[in-house]
């Protein structure tokens, strides 16, 4: 596969990731009919648990937990599984595997020459379990909670109005810019007879990089006198209101106790 | 980050871009974009992470924008707009910038075994030490990924300043002659902060006399400041032969005519950025001449 089709590849990837977000944040499912405010404190405080336990047991726990409430938000297990559980372990196995032998302590099995440690294989198993606890949590938000509903649940944690703006603009043009970027590639790619060696791929590469930095550039320009024209002075209003309700109020208290017992037996 | 840079002997890297953020548009606004790339990956693509949000903003966004941003500007000083030593000053710009906060992030998992572990040893986050964090990051760092920002930024750099050279022009028009102000003021501060010497106790690590190799309260202080490795009994030979080539004008910061300890090492400090101040300003006089004889 050329560098080009890796590329599209890469990037049509990603925009079916935004879309899937995006219809399971409106799906039906538990997570989802919690207010958002309630969803960010409560899931960022089990993620700040799951960070700071030093129990595997309880890892174990929160990523059962995080399980029970993916199944509940209606969450297909296997998507997560390909998207999230098999990469973060690949991921982390590769770099927790070293560990197995590098870390000093007593010796439980040999192979060859090298000596698996009891410290090292524990050292392995709590970076592997806490990794998956709480990419799972993080990704239970991400999944059930439309972006712009997250970031104005974001104000409730003290975020600053200009930080939100920013990275709602953000999110909104990078999504248009990656289908530019798809189109460009895509265009090229149809164009394209034959092979180019490494140096036309590089220059190929950079030059579509740089068309896409002064388009951003031009863009974030027109939009910015645009908004000017319009009276924008800053703030931030959106259609939504928030209103929490007696389930929120439940979900909250489930939260707290969920973090409360699990930060006590981590210790 | 999307963008796979196939890199001479077949291999790809992806780049950060740091590099040229911060050449187009500064260090302060590149700062402010990466980071909130790196917001959005890790809110919106799932992609990094959240508690290690505040770490990479750190390693990237600010260490890495400044470092770009101060090599660019370091390595193409006093060239013209058109020149190629900007491009090598981009390349160098992507390539340290990107290695700075490799290293940074291997510092940050090599210090957490010491920090962070149970009783028994067991390491509770990153498991290495910096002796395997530091060329375990470095190795890929400074050839294959050091490679792709070196690439994408120069490449990026070059076709910029052909096709929209005002991009590139806005870091090439900086004030350049506001920097020696700022330079003095952080001299001054600098300054300012030697009594903080005195706090320190005992010789820097290697900057030990022959004579502390025989007194006991040396050796005490050699062994506990070598991981307990005990001191050689007399000081190595090279030492014992060169310690009395040469003797300062003002011995261990404290000229013996001034009585108080304290006030003699600020005022042996005084004399030495006096001193460096008088030579580079000399060497200056020297330089500004020698280029007005050449015309």
């Known amino acids: 596969m050329n560098v080009i089709s890796k590329t599209v590849r890469g990037f049509s990837g990603a925009l079916a990731r935004t879309l899937i977000s995006e219809q399971s944040a409106h799906a039906k499912g538990l997570l989802q009919a919690l207010d958002p405010r309630v969803k960010l404190v409560g899931l960022l405080a089990l993620v700040t648990t799951a960070a700071l336990a030093r129990r595997l047991p309880v890892m174990m726990a929160l990523f059962a937990l995080g399980v029970a409430l993916a199944l509940a938000s209606r969450l297909s297990l296997w998507a997560l599984a390909k998207r999230v559980w098999l990469v973060a372990f690949a991921f982390t196995a590769m770099i927790a595997f070293p560990a197995l032998f590098l870390t000093p302590g007593i010796a439980v099995y040999r192979i060859g020459g090298l000596a698996i440690t009891a410290q090292g294989a524990r050292s392995a198993l709590l970076l592997v379990a806490r990794v998956e606890a709480t990419v799972t949590l993080s990704t239970l938000l991400v999944l059930t909670t439309p972006w712009m509903h997250l970031l104005k649940a974001l104000r409730t944690l003290m975020v600053p109005v200009e930080v939100i703006a920013l990275l709602a603009m953000t999110h909104r043009y990078v999504v248009l810019l990656t289908e530019t970027a798809n189109a460009m590639f895509e265009s090229r790619q149809s164009r394209m007879v034959g092979r180019l060696n490494g140096h036309e791929q590089r220059r190929l590469m950079v030059n579509t990089g740089g068309v896409l930095m002064s388009k951003t550039m031009e863009m974030g320009n027109e939009v910015f006198f645009a908004m000017q024209a319009r009276g924008f002075r800053g703030e931030v209003r959106l259609l939504t209101d928030f209103r929490m309700r007696a389930w929120d109020y439940v979900a909250m208290m489930g939260f707290a106790a969920v973090v409360v017992v699990a930060a006590v037996a981590g210790r | ?295």
């Open chain 2, 1 to 295: 980050m999307m963008f796979n840079l196939p890199l001479p002997g077949g291999t790809t890297g992806h780049a950060v871009g740091v590099g040229i953020a911060a050449i187009v548009l500064g260090p302060w606004a590149s700062l402010l974009a990466i980071s909130l790339a790196l917001t959005i990956q890790a809110l919106f693509f799932g992609d990094g992470g959240i508690t290690t949000l505040g770490a990479n903003c750190f390693n990237m966004a600010i260490a890495g924008s400044f470092a770009a941003w101060g090599i660019y500007r370091l390595v193409s000083l006093g060239s013209v707009a058109e020149s190629k030593r900007r491009v090598v000053a981009a390349a160098l710009a992507g390539y340290v910038a990107i290695n700075v906060s490799a290293l940074l992030a291997a510092i940050e998992f090599g210090i957490q075994p010491m920090l962070f572990h149970d009783a028994t040893g067991v390491p509770l986050y990153a498991p290495y030490s910096l002796g395997v964090a530091i060329p375990a990051m470095m190795t890929g760092h400074l050839t294959i990924a050091g490679v792709a920002e070196a690439v994408m930024s120069a490449g990026l750099f070059s076709y910029l300043r052909r096709n929209e050279p005002a991009l590139v022009g806005i870091s090439a028009r900086a004030p350049l002659e506001r920097a020696p102000r700022r330079l003095w003021g952080a001299l001054a501060v600098v300054l300012l902060l030697t009594p903080l010497g005195i706090l320190a106790s005992g010789a820097a690590w290697g900057e030990w006399a022959a004579k502390d190799f025989t007194s006991t309260a040396g050796r005490a202080q050699i062994t506990a400041a070598s991981g307990n490795a005990a001191a050689p009994v007399v000081a190595p030979s090279g030492l014992a032969r060169l310690a009395n080539l040469w003797t300062a004008p003002l011995p261990e910061y404290a000229p013996h005519f001034v009585k108080s300890a304290a006030f003699g090492y600020m005022l042996s400090a005084m004399f030495g950025v006096g001193l460096i101040l008088a030579v580079v300003w000399v060497a200056g006089l020297w330089m500004k001449g020698a280029a007005e004889s050449k015309r």
